[in-house]
């Protein structure tokens, strides 16, 4: 079967691979729906990523089931699933801890980023009872693909930030997954909520989503410009989407005593993240930094899809350029690489 691999620095492209083999748990998917993220282009990106050379990328998207195994109980050949970006194995101990993004060891729960993932002719789902969501029927294609990961990560950035009601957040970066983190913060009851970013049509949609301020990154430091628009006092929570290992420095200064940060940006450069010592109270400020990587599986994205049955959220307006077929995944990536300013998500049907 073909798919589509990292192949080096910069570099991306077709290559042969034997089709997956289903164990008893696990499923074999080929894709219907197909979206890239921001995660696929670090990996083109990584001046260090020559370990994943030929391995074939893609965490986003809706399948249609091939084959399941012999165990599988929920599932059969024919139907149409919304597939996580992250599928634990839910009988590993991490995955009891609370931790199933971590089943198997750090990121274990990532299986696609070790086996290869959904950009190829057919994928692998491991524990499929436990990972795969029904598609709900009448659901866009393009808006089922956002929940692979787009909307669970944005989510969890707010729950990492354990927002409250009547808080006042700043979310650091408004591309797609900060703009789920809008949505997110606004549900779980912020009162002002700050953007950060310079897209026009990110601005757009974050506005509609409830953001109430907007500051650029392209206007200095971005702790400078909220503690300005706050009467010196600062936010209560942050939620890092975007940015580099340096706004953890603006986050903490931006940030009250007793302030949380939930970050899910990927911080693919530098050896340290610093955090200044006098804004963090000394180390006795109680500012609090959270990282982490959404816990992925079924339960998780099966609420998401009823916070969208129900009209909470509405991911359709981060679907802003759509193709057909597997053939348009290179055109997708260059895309995604370039990042036009009216650029939020790519996806692409495939028909079979
Ligand atoms: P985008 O690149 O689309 O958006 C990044 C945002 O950050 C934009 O709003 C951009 O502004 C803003 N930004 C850029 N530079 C700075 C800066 N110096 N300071 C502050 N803001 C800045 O990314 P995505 O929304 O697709 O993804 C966000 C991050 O989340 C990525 O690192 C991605 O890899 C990661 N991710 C993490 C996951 C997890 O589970 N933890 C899963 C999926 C993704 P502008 O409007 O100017 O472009
Ligand atoms: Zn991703």
């Given amino acids: ?40 282009v670090h990996w083109v990106e990584d001046e260090d990523g020559a370990h994943r050379n030929g391995l074939v990328m893609g965490h986003e998207g809706v399948g249609e089931v091939m084959e399941v195994g012999s165990l599988v ?27 199933s993004v971590h089943s198997g060891g750090l990121f274990g729960g990532l299986a696609f980023s070790k086996k290869g993932g959904m950009f190829a002719e057919f994928f692998h789902v ?24 787009m909307m669970p990560t944005g989510f969890h950035g707010c729950e990492l930030a354990e927002i409250e009601f009547g808080d006042t957040v700043c979310i650091i970066g408004i591309g797609p997954v900060g703009l789920m983190a809008v949505r997110a913060a606004v549900l779980s009851g912020a009162s002002r909520v700050f953007g950060v970013g310079t897209r026009p ?5 974050a506005k509609e989503y409830g953001a109430t301020d907007f500051i650029s990154y392209k206007d200095g430091p971005l702790d400078k410009q909220v503690r300005e628009l706050t009467n010196k ?6 939620i890092i989407a975007g940015g580099t290992n340096d706004t953890f420095a603006e986050a903490i200064k931006m940030l009250k005593p007793g302030g949380k940060i939930g970050n899910v940006n990927y911080l693919d450069k530098g ?9 963090w109270g000394l180390g006795m400020g109680h500012k609090q930094i959270n990282g982490g990587l959404m816990y992925g599986g079924r339960l998780k994205i099966e609420k998401m899809v009823s916070m969208i049955n129900y009209g909470r959220v509405d991911p359709a307006p981060l679907v802003t350029h759509r193709f057909e077929g597997l ?3 290179p055109e997708m990536l260059q895309l995604m690489l370039d990042k036009p300013a009216d650029l939020i998500k790519t996806v692409a049907t495939i028909k079979w």
Wanted: aromatic fraction near 6%; charge should be negative.
């Fill in 73 to 99: 109980k929920d599932f059969k050949p024919g139907d149409l699933v919304i597939v996580p970006a992250v599928t634990p194995n839910w009988s590993d101990v991490a995955s009891q801890a609370g931790y």
């Fill in 233 to 238: 006092r600062g936010v209560d929570k942050v």
């Fill in 1 to 40: 079967m073909k798919g589509f691999a990292v192949l080096g620095v910069g570099k991306a492209g077709w290559v042969e691979k034997e089709r997956p083999i289903c164990g008893p748990l696990d499923a074999i998917c080929r894709p219907i729906a197909l979206s890239l993220c921001t995660s696929d």
């Fill in 327 to 329: 053939d348009a995944l």
């Fill in 201 to 205: 049509d990110c601005i757009k949609v």
């Fill in 126 to 149: 491991n524990d499929a009872d436990g990972n795969l969501v029904h598609l709900p029927e009448g659901m866009d294609l393009g808006v089922a693909s956002m929940v692979s990961d």
């Fill in 271 to 279: 050896e340290y993240i610093k955090i200044p010592r006098v804004a």
